[in-house]
């Protein structure tokens, strides 16, 4: 029950989300400066990175599976409203519920098959280009990732249910004429 007047309580899982989205922000940052330290050491100094293209593609992969998680939670993935927009509040949070139960089904089973890969990666021994890395860790890293999207969906799922009002509302956009 939220304090009178005060800020809203703090639950365990908010705490998991907020560090779900850092996690898939440092990965953006990450990313980031491997591009643009392999682009400087490139085009001034005539130097690359070794693995800097592996490196780059595997971060790649982990940042876009944690962000899946992010992005799912908070219902700011591409969305078509189209039928949504023109239907009744309870039509809308039916809808959000069996869309989230679709995505849901859908992250726990590409889950499983990621699960798959990462085994199959370190069991054939895949190895990066220059360095001779194994490439398993950053797969499993990514399904770290899925998981915890798997996770955050059932949370949003739990939430759209029985506790809508602790659902962040999607932000709006506004069109200046």
Known sequence: MPNAGGPAPRYFADRFIDSIEWIAAI???????????SIILRYFFNVSIPDSYDFGRLLLGILI???IGATSYR????TVDLLWANVSR???RAIDVFATLVLLLIVCVHTWTLYDKVAATRTDNVLTFDLRLPTWPFF????????????LIAIRTYRLL???ERLAPPPQVQVIE
């Open 162 to 164: 029985f506790h809508p």
């Open 140 to 151: 499993a890293l990514a399904w770290f990732g899925d998981a915890a999207a798997v996770v």
């Open 65 to 67: 599976f944690w962000g």
């Open 27 to 37: 990965f953006v940052g990450v990313v980031a400066a491997d591009v643009f330290i």
């Open 75 to 78: 219902g700011t993935h591409i």
């Open 90 to 92: 309870a039509w809308q």
